[in-house]
């Protein structure tokens, strides 16, 4: 008896959006990426094939970082004290994208010059994230997109008390950028129209709804991804745009992770639970709908690729 | 089709005789809309009206509980594709597959049977085992299954999954599980007559596999004839992406209704290598899985699983919470500020984002207000000084800074008193009302 | 070509001028030495400029806010209309074209009921008795006299009285030669339709006073943050006074939760029951002044209010009121005295403290849906009383839902930097000119502006969101130009008037924590109504009338009410603004005991729903959080005001 699987039909689609730019396009990435453009639930084959695949980026900071987990000191050793030998490690370990992160201690000059390495050290396209002070992002993010107008970097993070200064600045110098809101489907929303109403083209935004690790929130993160999408298919225009989210970050900040001693013994293996953490956040996350998730870990970012290879598999 | 309050409502006497306990029909309606009452409580309900009430309440997926002597798992009543939704209501029953030849059995389903891992002060277990008839009929396999049903419920007393295709096999180790319902996997296009006839025996719950949805749905129906009630889904699938379009497809089809494939699945998370388990499981997990059938027991793998599991069937509908307790906030040190406020994560987020956007290093103490902002929580008593006091002292907030000071927000200037009293060698201030004037008032009041 | 334009102005005088075709009428009237006034800046936006013309023909690019009537009389935008030929304009006087325009809405003025009839209607009642004297032969007790003169005289057959009024009636009986008059309440015997239900005797003077003259009642609104009484002449119905002030517990907390925790404590609970009792009987003095009577004139007052300021009003414990699951005290108040309750008026007269729903619906609601006629509409029927506390009913004669969300005080004006109640010296509207940023603002009373009461304030910031000031969010847009915009105490502020201007010589302004409250408040409201149709399954489209009730000031413009997403984007036709629904319900309670009757009925008929449950209410309210909402699509109008700006 055959049946008639029910296939939704839906009034509009995530934009497609392209991050990075070759020489062709006016930059110097080798390629760039495209992220978005789908038109069903994620990886719903049977209704339509995903048109792109979601990627995988590397968060890599400006300075070495000193509260990070050792397992990610062991396994990025010295790279870690050069942005852009730690690009190039990233690189090799999959990335198809790197994340800059920069710190506050940093100054004008020195973040340029972190971006301009990393630009030259890789190929691939570049996120640069401000270290998250309205001000301070302002001061780094505004002579970085100048200094590298036309590579299509995607600048962060624009959220609703702080936007304006970082999207007059992507606009000026055709760059993207990162919007985020804390896991609420109307604050997404509302950014995202904040910043198309000061004239952002809408094919430069990648939205961040913000997450939390596994344990630690990812719940809600995870049902505001597929509101988000399936308010997009339904054909809400400001809602239809690719999602980033960062459960490297998250995964990484957790107790699970991060600490290996006086931790219950039913956790298990310190370095696999890590991993695991990580993988399962990201996993989950790349389920309910995110097309770019920023990772940390090389062993989760080989696992995720896998993962990603299956799911888009018709 | 669910009814509205107001259509409810219509059916109802409309006498506001207050008898069901509530104040008003209308009030009783929407209580019934909302399915947290049962029309049984209105005395004067017409006939006509209990029929067209009843037929827009039943489950489109089978409520399916696995039993043993000691505990039991329950899965499907799902009424929903996405949790947000409405909720996802009963948790995917994680298994262990063993096989009955390995001579270990015992001991591994032992080690296994008191994992136990606590999250968030709840206790988390493995919900039973597969017993995997291993051996071929040849060699006894009758005799190997028993055996290991047999070791294996010595050490554990939790339900059990019979894996095998052996009819016979299955019967006499069934016969050992007295007054349990135990889950059969599986039963195919070939040999669905002998195993639904055993399940039927022994009050089982027969797995139903095939390639296609289509054969699936032939194949319950058959099943069902026979008198079979209780059924689970195997939905096959090679991949992530054809298990995740399967089981999406049968979710869907069960929710308009469908009956034929109405029952929950099962998934074995192993079947393409141990190195993908934990992803596999995972999706399972989050997508419709009744039961997950995991081959490693590996508490780095099983924990994680088990809080993915937990929050995915989180009621969505609570207000969003963060976990309570200290968040540092830019790297503080001993004479930073300690501010203190409730774990609604809207409340969190406006004001860790403030101080965050600012630079300053702060402690910020999230107190345990059920998930609701400081003026709802005070208002309702969820956010006073006895609690404030409980979490400063609870989180060993003292240990941490070198400065006894804490500042509440400035919407509960009225608790400084009594934190006052409570904590009484800590200086208490008065923030501002509003997060956005926190940057301000640490840089000119806290100095 | 050049055409002759002959302006008139309201008062009547002719001045012509001579301009070329194409010249706008509002550049014409500039020559001319006329000043009309351009609140938005000449854009079309606010219809203030609309002229009369009365000869010849102009050519009309926008008539915006004019309805197609008007058009027909020659009405035209002066800012939107050229000259193409010889014509005459009347200049009308502004407030006469403010009335004229599709979105003002003037609250409805007070008018007693048409049916009202004092001897059927109302409770209280001004007889005469001639009673005879005792004698030797009679020596009946003068209480007993006096019950047998009522019995015979006027069938009241079981007429009580306190001790105090028992004390004088020996001196009123003698000094009036055994003719007196009596004040009675009959709501008894008029409720049950039984003679032999207890009368209570309020007051007997000694003579016959006229029975048509003034017998003095009072209904009174409670309100969190502002009280407002009316006083009200018993036999012709009419409200003679109305006085209004904040209430004197806003000093120990602006909501009602501070007000319970303040009443929890030592003596918080009397504190807080004098403090109100101060403020209605200072209002009650000063009504009592305007109508040349004495407070011990007053025989009857009617309460309305919400649950907490009942509670606080009567000194019984509120504290369950916020503790879940929210429980009152009492609903359903008995009759009391003036002496008991604390009332300056005659001690005896009757006071009616209105029945409430729950805790967070009181009679302040109950009243309100009786005035509003919410019980007794035909259709489905949106009611919203912007309070300090947002109530919300939906409903119709058949149902009737409610439910409650906390808005705060920024609609009346308080909790916001420079607001102020809806009196003399308010900003009532104000303008914005969207390329100079400039202002243009009215004034209550004329003068210098001292704040800015609700409706300036709902006028304000649908202007600066229009004009760009704000961003949808409402942040302050400081890269816009102008000195108006600034970094302020509380980050980005709008100056509304400048201190030069204002009365206190001081700048007032819109701060961004204003604007932050102003959407909460907005935001509550919306999402409060939004919710209560869904959860009975009603569709904002079915619903055929809004009547909106509260304090924000006599004036409201409903297309700005809408464009900040206070109200719904629906056809103007369908709101209603009834001012004070609370004090008004409580007058019709007080004038007439049917009436009085069916606020029990809605009472007891109200299903209340308690939105707080789940997360409905706060997905609601965040996207509710921005201007005018997060779903534009709900707010089409919104959308191409904004596109044409």
Redesign the interface.
Known sequence: MPIEIPKDKWAGSIKAITIGATSAEGGTRAKAVTVGGGTTMPYLQFEAPTPNKPVIAIEIKSRKPEDWSPLLAEVWGEAMADSAQWAKKAEEAGADLIVLALTVEDNPEDAVKAVKSVLGATGLPLIVWGPGQAEKDNELLVPISEATKGERLVLGICEDKNYRTIVATAMANGHLVQARAPMDVNLSKQLNILISDMGMPKDRILMDPTTGALGYGMEYGYSVMERLRLAALQGDAMTQFPMIVTPGFEAWKTKEAKVGEGVPQAWGDWKARAINWETLTAIALIESGADVVVLRHPESVKRIKEAIEELITA | MALSGIQIYKMLPQTNCKECGFPTCLAFAMKLAAKQVELGSCPYVSEESKKQLAESAAPPIRLITLKSNGTEVKVGNEVVMFRHEKTFYNKPGLFLRVKASDPDIAKKVAQADAYKVNYVGMDFTLNGFAIEADGDASTGSAQVLSAAVKAVREVTKRPLILIGSDAAALDSSLSLLVNESTLIYAADSSNYESLADVAKKHKAVLVVKADSLDDLADLTQKIQAKGVEDMVLDLGGKNLSEWLARSTQARRLALKNFKPLGYPSIFFAAQNGLDKEAVYAAQAIAKYAGFVVIDTFAPEMIYPLLVLRENIYTDPQKPIQVQPGVYEINSPKPESPVLVTTNFSITYFAVANEVEGSGLPAWLVVTDAEGMSVLTAWAAGKFDAERIAKAIKGFDVASKVSKKRIVLPGHVAVLSGEVEEELSDWEVRVGPREAVDLPAFMKQALN | MEHLITFTTPDQNSISVKSQTGMLLSDAAHLAGIDIGQPCGGQGRCGRCAVQVTDGTVRRRSALRLSPADIEQGFALACQTVVEDDVSIYVPPQEKIERRLTTDRVVAEVTVPADYDYLSDQTVRRIHLELTPPSMDDQTDDWSRLQTALRLQHRLENVTCSLPLLQKIGAALREGEWQVTAIVDLANVLQSGESDRPVWLIDLQPGHVDEYSSLWGTAIDIGTTTVSLWMVNLVTGEVKAQAAEYNGQIAR?EDV??RI??AGKGNGREDLRQRVLDTMNVLLEIACKRVKAKPEDIVKATIAGNSTMMHLLLGIPAENI???PFITGVNHLPVMTAREVGLSANPEASVDCLPGVASYVGADITAGVLSAGVDSAEETTLFLDVGTNGEIVLGDRD?L?TCAC?AGPAFEGAGVVNGMRATTGAIEEVWINSETFEPTYRVIGGGKPKGICGSGLISLLSEAFITGIL???G?V?L?ATSSRVREG???GEYVVAWGAESESGEDIVLS??DV?NLLRAKAAIYAGFTVLAE????SLEAVSKVLVGGSFGKYINVEKAVQIGLLPDMDWSRFEFLGNTSVKGAYLALLDWQKRERITEIA??????EL?A???F??AF??A??LPH???SKFPSVESALQKN
Request: hydrophobic share 35%; aromatic share 10%; no cysteine.
């Open positions: 907390g939760i501070s925790v303040y916020r503790l879940s149902w839902v906390s961003d949808k969010r942040n847009n890269m105490a509380h980050g961004r924590v932050d959860t009975v399954g009603i007891k008929r109200m299903t209340y729903i707080s789940d997360n409905t706060y997905e965040t996207s959080l921005f997060t779903d534009l």
